[in-house]
């Protein structure tokens, strides 16, 4: 990737090493905060240290064996020496900010190419106030994450015409999750529908060539991960788990008859349309909010090219239909899958529009100025609106106290006590609590029946009393009682002494007799 030499001096990297900075900083804070919990920070952080230290593949006690049951992911591998110079949850956040940053520059110089001009430089600054950027960059560590910098590299390859980086990028974007392979065969369509006046020609060029070994490559590819998530949920002792081998087809689609398999939810949708338009209309005005989310910071550009929706509609769909209203949240991770199709096709929408070199001769240089400046005003302005909008982040405007990310005596109160639990000792806690213990193999979180040494509570939290929050994980792996209920059935059995206490927060140590530590 050639970048000017005076690229290190420009707005556009400035503006990407802030965001890392200051998304590095939030992130962290965090983390030490509280904020962050076992589902996901926890169990990818424990999923890496059994890696290195335990001789079990990305095994973690939060889905209860390989992280391969749930999800195939083998970017980890790659992961594993970068973590393993710096074994802390806190790497991985790090990580996620910097690749989620680093996605502005390929933005930057598809923009470029295509554009220009002076708008070119407008893109990547949007990318970074962007708010579903955001909400994936705030909410604990997920390696699909990365895919806006793989999927927008890519790109760039492609329209280079470089066919060997142009799959290294695709292959490094299909390793972070098994369902990103809906965007690699979104992206080749999108590459044969605009090349489809070559498709009858022989011999076959390399235009069509290219987008059919990216289709076939995104469709093995999703093949492939479940067999191996269907091996890995043998091995775990999952293997009835769900008749498809891939639960989340049920857990997601369920209304869509998602529990008997992919073809299924298709049978589903062809044979009864009224149910598919029911599940797509169903909770409309959360829907609307998350359309209004994803494509007004872009001025809704994404819709001019018509060809280019192809890009983020697929997923958008699959989105739109799912149960859970996770998905069409711009507070989770799953809105990243979609961020590189609506830049690239807001690119090719203002280029459509006519501002690209060919029609600037016509165009005022002060007109371009002054609404390039508009542009950003606006951006800025909508990614403030639709910053409260993400829950999470909100807690940093005061919205809501238990997200935010501020060290207080509390919580001050929660790390000191942290010190008093041994490093290789068994622990059961509550999942904020866990990505702390997460670098020991026996570190539990909610209702593990394994016996531990040590039960940490803090009562003054959230999610101490809304444990049952973790439904998800219940119905795979068993209807178990609220935290507070089964903490007090083990307590209740005299094993344990209570060791420390201090503003609710409660660690009970086995065998213990002695008189309580409790701080005032």
């Known amino acids: 990737m050639r970048i000017d030499k005076n690229f290190i001096k420009s707005p556009v990297f400035l503006a990407t090493i802030v965001y890392i900075s200051v998304f590095s900083f939030l992130t962290t804070l965090r983390y030490y905060s509280f904020v962050a919990t076992a589902w996901d920070l926890g169990e990818f952080s424990q999923s890496m240290w059994t890696t290195l230290h335990a001789k079990k593949l990305f095994y973690n006690n939060v889905e209860f064996g390989s992280h391969f049951h749930v999800h195939f992911r083998p970017i980890l591998f790659l992961l594993l020496p970068i973590y393993a110079l710096f074994e802390s949850p806190v790497t991985l956040l790090v990580l996620k900010s910097i690749l989620l940053g680093f996605g502005a520059i390929p933005l930057y110089l598809i923009s470029k190419q295509e554009l220009k001009n002076h708008f070119a430089i407008l893109f990547p600054f949007l990318y970074l106030l962007y708010p579903a950027l955001h909400g994936a960059n705030w909410f604990d560590f997920h390696p699909e994450n990365f895919v806006p910098f793989f999927i927008l590299m890519s790109f760039y390859y492609y329209k280079k015409d470089k066919t060997l980086p142009y799959f290294f990028f695709l292959l490094l974007a299909l390793m972070t999750k098994e369902d990103v392979s809906l965007v690699i065969i979104s992206l080749g369509l999108y590459f044969l529908i605009v090349n489809r006046k070559l498709l009858f020609k022989r011999p076959v060029s390399k235009e069509i060539l290219t987008p059919l070994v990216t289709i076939i490559l995104g469709f093995l590819w999703f093949l492939f991960s479940l067999q191996i998530i269907q091996y ?8 009835g788990l769900t008749s498809s081998g891939y639960v989340h087809f049920g ?15 298709v049978k589903t949708v062809v044979t009864n349309p009224l149910l598919f338009f029911q599940v797509l209309f169903s909770d409309y005005l959360t829907k609307i909010i998350f359309l209004l989310a994803l494509f007004l910071p872009v001025a809704f550009l994404s819709f001019v090219d018509i060809k280019t929706i192809l890009l983020f509609s697929p997923t958008l769909m699959i989105y739109l239909l799912a149960d859970s209203p996770n998905y069409y949240s711009i507070s989770y991770q799953y809105s990243g899958l979609l961020v590189p199709g609506i830049f690239i096709s807001a690119i090719y929408g203002m280029k459509k529009l006519g501002f690209n070199k060919s029609r600037l001769g016509a165009l005022n240089i002060e007109w371009i100025h002054s609404h390039t400046r508009l542009l950003l005003i606006s951006a800025v302005v909508m990614g403030v609106i639709f910053f409260s909008l993400v829950p999470s982040i909100s807690g940093l405007l005061g919205t809501d106290e238990q997200s935010k990310p501020i060290i207080n005596y509390h919580r001050l109160a929660l790390l000191e006590t942290l010190s008093y639990i041994p490093p290789n000792a068994s622990v059961l806690t509550q999942r904020e609590i866990f990505p702390h213990l997460s670098h020991r193999l026996p570190a539990y979180v909610y209702y593990n029946t394994t016996p531990v040494e040590y039960i940490l509570i803090d009562t003054a939290s959230y999610w101490y009393e809304n444990s049952a929050l973790a439904k998800e994980y219940q ?39 002695d008189e309580p530590i409790i701080f005032k």
């Open 232 to 239: 890995f949920l043998q091995v775990d002792g999952y293997a």
């Open 251 to 265: 857990n997601a689609f369920g209304r869509l008859g998602g529990n008997g398999g992919l073809l299924n939810i």
């Open 475 to 513: 119905m795979m792996y068993g209807e178990q009682p609220p935290f507070p209920e089964y903490v007090e059935g083990i307590l209740t059995s005299g094993k344990y002494g209570l060791l420390i206490y201090w503003d609710g927060i409660y660690l009970f140590k086995e065998g213990y007799r």
